[in-house]
């Protein structure tokens, strides 16, 4: 894997991961809350229509969430800049450690919460966000 590659799989995995902050965001207006309705229903398999944004407590999480991830997928854009030019390794094992770190404990609270289901979805997004970063690059 060249440098080069690894930057530009942190974009992708930047929005990737960011895209799903103006969604999850948006579900706090009743008129745009199907997109993030939907996915949690995918997520907590089978889609049979039981997730609902009716509760404030689930909206207020929601906001929460989408602002975490559209936060999150800025931070790992910027990273892709000048700090991965600067420390390339050093970002590489920070990227990874993070969605690592998301995978276990995202993972293990879905588990416990009757949603196994979205533990092995996880493990497809987290291939596909790590992506080549699993190992360190070479000099392009």
Do not use: C
Not at 57 to 66: E, I, K, V
Not at 94 to 120: E, K, P, Q, R
């Amino acid at each position: 894997m060249s440098r080069s590659l690894h930057k530009r799989w942190l974009k992708f995995a930047a929005v990737l991961v960011g895209v799903f902050g103006p969604v999850f965001a948006l579900a706090t207006v009743p008129a745009a809350q199907e997109p993030a309705r939907w996915s949690l229903d995918l997520l907590s398999w089978p889609l049979d229509g039981a997730q609902t944004y009716a509760d404030p407590t689930t909206r207020f999480l929601t906001a929460l969430t989408g602002g975490f991830l559209f936060g999150w997928g800025v931070l790992i854009w910027m990273l892709s800049g000048a700090a991965y030019d600067a420390a390339p390794e050093a970002v590489r094992k920070a990227i990874v450690t993070g969605f690592l770190a998301w995978f276990v404990l995202d993972s293990a609270g879905s588990i416990a919460s009757g949603n196994a289901s979205n533990a092995g979805f996880n493990v497809v997004v987290l291939i596909a966000l790590v992506g080549p970063m699993w190992r360190p690059a070479r000099p392009d």
